[in-house]
Antibody
Framework: QVQLQESGPGLVKPSETLSLTCTVS????????WSWIRQPPGKGLEWIGY???????NYNPSLKSRVTISVDTSKNQFSLKLNSVTAADTAVYYC???????????????WGQGTTVTVSS | SSELTQDPAVSVALGQTVRITCQGD??????ATWYQQKPGQAPLLVIY???DRPSGIPDRFSGSSSGNTASLTITGAQAEDEADYYC???????????FGGGTKLTVL
């Protein structure tokens, strides 16, 4: 079955760029939408954006000016870059797959375990 | 408005039925998607669309909608259902960015 694994630095300095990669195993990245979601400590979920395997993207307006999501189908990976980070970007970052059955509703059926990113000097 | 409002906390006696609600203007046009999240775990998709459950989700979970309110009902709540529940739907542009603040369900 499909599994997702986030990877990247756990500590990022303020004003720098947060970079994370999600590796898809057990299946192909092709023909699906892939998302990044984050959750600040003790708070709710925030959808950052999503990418189709072909490379088309859609970003949450609240983060759009700072976000880039990209895909590398040859490596079965997709990535997140968030620039000019502040302490408010400290969160658990999840990657997830939009379920093909729930695609119209953007239901995400496979999630990574999440990776904690702390923004601090 | 693109906001979704959930009660912060709800409790239910073991084996009883509980309804978790989500309110927002967008729910007049779009169904809610529901996620369960246990401490230290990633969210789990439990309901999407009118009332669809992914494979492996028990049929005690069901969804419904009326006006600007979507509901997740657990019929015969079990101890393992104790978790945070989040609703998600679309904003006025049709994008799926909007999450409710979450409801912490306690099973007594």
């Amino acid at each position: 079955q499909v599994q997702l694994q986030e990877s990247g630095p756990g500590l990022v300095k303020p004003s720098e760029t947060l970079s994370l990669t999600c590796t898809v195993s057990g299946g192909s990245i092709s023909s699906y939408y892939w998302s990044w979601i984050r959750q600040p400590p003790g708070k709710g979920l925030e959808w950052i954006g999503y990418i189709y395997y072909s490379g088309s993207t859609n970003y949450n307006p609240s983060l759009k000016s700072r976000v880039t999501i990209s895909v590398d189908t040859s490596k079965n990976q997709f990535s997140l870059k968030l620039n000019s980070v502040t302490a408010a970007d400290t969160a658990v970052y999840y990657c997830a797959r939009v379920s093909p059955a729930a695609q119209y509703y953007y239901g995400m059926d496979v999630w990574g375990q999440g990776t904690t990113v702390t923004v601090s000097s | 408005s693109s906001e979704l409002t959930q009660d912060p906390a709800v409790s239910v006696a073991l084996g009883q039925t509980v309804r978790i609600t989500c309110q927002g203007d967008s729910l007049r046009s779009y169904y809610a998607t529901w996620y369960q999240q246990k401490p230290g775990q990633a969210p789990l998709l439990v309901i999407y669309g009118k009332n669809d459950r992914p494979s492996g989700i028990p049929d005690r979970f069901s969804g419904s909608s009326s006006g600007n309110t979507a509901s997740l009902t657990i019929t015969g709540a079990q101890a393992e259902d104790e978790a945070d529940y989040y609703c998600n739907s679309r904003d006025s542009s049709g994008n799926p960015w909007v999450f409710g603040g979450g409801t912490k369900l306690t099973v007594l």
